[in-house]
């Protein structure tokens, strides 16, 4: 991807409440679009889960796994987050800004986070829409998942690590 196709954007951690809603919309947007072009119907629907949710949850596992939020012009376009243990649960970027260099910035600030805690590797379970970005910022896949299992329903993703030594 060329510098000049990059949008730039700002990387700062989540605030709670405020971004509950705007990361919660995110995180169904980039599944219910993007994710759609590599799973069938079905599996969107499980992954997703419901369109409302309990926001008051969802801000508690945004604040628990250290969510950092990318912002574009005031607006937050996309989240990723890092648990204790050194996994990276969550990586969403809306559509709407795809393709731009916003995961690979979000990715990065969590990197240098990992780095600044002592871990020393990342571990993630990466959807196949995700799996080639994940590729791009150095992790590599240790096992292929075909039956992960959504709410019922097989769910393919693949457990990668990256070592950051
Ligand atoms: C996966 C996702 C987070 C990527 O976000 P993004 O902002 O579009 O990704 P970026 O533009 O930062 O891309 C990062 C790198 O990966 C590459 N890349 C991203 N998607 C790719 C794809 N489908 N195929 C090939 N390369 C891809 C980019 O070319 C870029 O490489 P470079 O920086 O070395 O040039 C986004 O598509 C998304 O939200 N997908 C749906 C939800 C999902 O699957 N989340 C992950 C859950 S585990």
């Known amino acids: 991807m060329s510098i000049e196709a990059r949008t730039p954007c700002d990387i700062r951690t989540y605030r709670s409440p405020d971004d509950a809603t705007a990361t919660f ?9 993007t994710a759609a072009s590599v ?5 969107v629907e499980a992954w997703a889960g ?14 628990e796994a250290a969510t950092l939020v990318a912002e574009v012009e005031g607006a937050v376009v996309g ?24 995961a690979r910035a979000l990715l990065t600030a969590v990197i240098r986070a990992a780095r600044a805690r002592g871990l020393t590797e990342l571990r993630t379970f990466a959807s196949r829409s995700a799996q080639p970005a994940f590729e791009r910022l150095g992790f590599v896949v240790v096992a292929d998942r075909p039956d992960n299992m959504v709410r019922g329903v097989a769910v393919p993703n693949a457990e ?3 070592n950051l030594a």
Not at 39 to 43: A, F, G, L, V
Not at 50 to 63: E, G
Request: glycine content about 8%; overall charge positive; proline content about 5%.
């Open 79 to 102: 989240f990723a987050d890092l648990t204790s243990d050194g996994l990276v649960d969550m990586v969403f970027v809306h559509p709407r800004v795809g393709g731009k260099g916003i």
């Open 25 to 33: 919309d995110v995180f169904q947007t980039a599944i219910r679009q």
């Open 39 to 43: 799973y069938e119907p079905d599996q």
């Open 50 to 63: 419901p369109a409302r949710t309990d926001l008051s949850n969802w801000d508690t596992r945004r604040r």
């Open 160 to 162: 990668m690590r990256r």
